[in-house]
């Protein structure tokens, strides 16, 4: 009962949501009507014309890179060319090269739902090819650390689940009517499958399957050099490597114990655990567009000596994740 109860305080005290949205698309404006013109600031990229509302913003086709928030884009911004600004209710889309293939950087903002509705709000506006996501991770297997950057092979929601009632001290039983995804259960938490829709029809399914040939190219990658000292020049005990393949789940929980963190490696072979890319899987499944995740560790969810190391390292753990993401786009044909 009591991991229940810590993990139920840390969903409902730790997700992040975007308030104050305006109610529709606006480019970024160079000037105001009727004043002098202002100087923007030198990287300031270009805003784009206005567009109706549900319209297409830009009709090049392009490689979507999402992130979930700001410091894990600081490296892909600094190496974007030709930047170009959009706004769709409040989220700023940024079409420009990235290696010089075609791209629109955005943030999905942290959690599930925001990863998913930005998802598609990107896919409605823009014509994308494909889903990249870029950014940070607890560590989940225990062989992983801190700088380490993993590509798992397949994604789920550990969080799509039934709380069951508890039938006797410490025992907690599913209904009998309950259709669960075969995982053992986390206290009161038992894990299940969500039907999902696309133009194919409905299908109920736990894992979202990352793209065969993306991931082989993840897996072709090699002398990705990846930094072992942040910008500060804080430095870790062990060489950061990447590792392709595997599991990774996500949640709407900031994971931070060690006993959730044993179960979801022990339930789930999980490497890492995250709160988005899960759910940019599941709109990419039902939208049919081929994606791939990148994820550095920040931190080992739980798993350390300390307090949790996600501030200390969230820098560098976004850095590594975009050079991999920066080789990928370099290397995959």
């Not at 509302?53 to 830009?58: H, S």
């Not at 999902?196 to 090699?222: C, I, K, N, Y």
Request: charged share 15%; proline share 6%; aromatic share 8%.
């Amino acid at each position: 009962m009591k991991r229940a109860i810590a993990l139920g305080v840390l969903c409902a005290g730790l997700l992040a949501g975007c308030a104050g949205m305006p109610p529709g698309p606006t480019a970024v404006p160079a000037t105001a009507v009727g004043a002098a013109p202002v100087p923007m600031p030198a990287r300031t990229p270009p805003a784009a014309a206005d567009a109706d509302a549900g319209a297409r913003l830009d009709a090049v086709p392009r490689i979507a890179i999402v992130s979930a928030f700001e410091p894990e884009l600081v490296l892909l911004r600094e190496r974007l060319a030709q930047p170009v600004v959009h706004r769709v209710h409040g989220v700023e889309f940024t079409t420009g090269l990235l290696q010089g293939r075609p791209v629109v950087l955005f943030l999905s903002g942290i959690s599930m739902t925001n990863a998913a509705m930005n998802t598609q709000r990107a896919l409605d506006r823009f014509a994308v090819t494909h889903l990249v996501f870029s950014g940070i991770a607890g560590g989940v297997d225990p062989a992983l650390h801190i700088g380490d950057v993993a590509v798992p092979a397949q994604w789920g929601s550990y969080l799509e689940s039934l709380f069951a009632r508890e039938t006797a001290p410490g025992r907690f039983t599913a209904p009998r009517t309950s259709k669960d995804a075969g995982f053992a259960n986390f206290g009161m938490i038992h894990p299940r499958a969500v039907q999902v829709r696309s133009a194919h029809g409905a299908e109920t399914r736990f894992w979202f399957e990352v793209d065969p040939g993306m991931l082989a190219a993840a897996r072709g990658l090699q002398d990705v050099e990846l930094a072992g000292c942040d910008r500060a020049g804080r430095c870790l005990g062990s060489r950061p490597r990447l590792v392709v393949g595997g599991n990774g789940v996500s949640g709407a929980a900031f994971v931070d114990n060690a006993e959730f963190r044993r179960h979801a490696f022990a339930t789930f072979a999980a490497r890492v655990l995250d709160m988005e890319t899960a759910a940019v899987g599941q709109v990419a499944w039902s939208n049919g567009v081929p994606f791939i995740a990148f994820r550095s560790l920040s931190d080992l969810a739980g798993g350390g000596a300390g307090e949790n190391e996600m501030r200390a390292f969230m820098g560098l753990a976004a850095d590594n994740s975009a050079r991999v993401l920066l080789a990928f786009l370099a290397a995959w044909r």
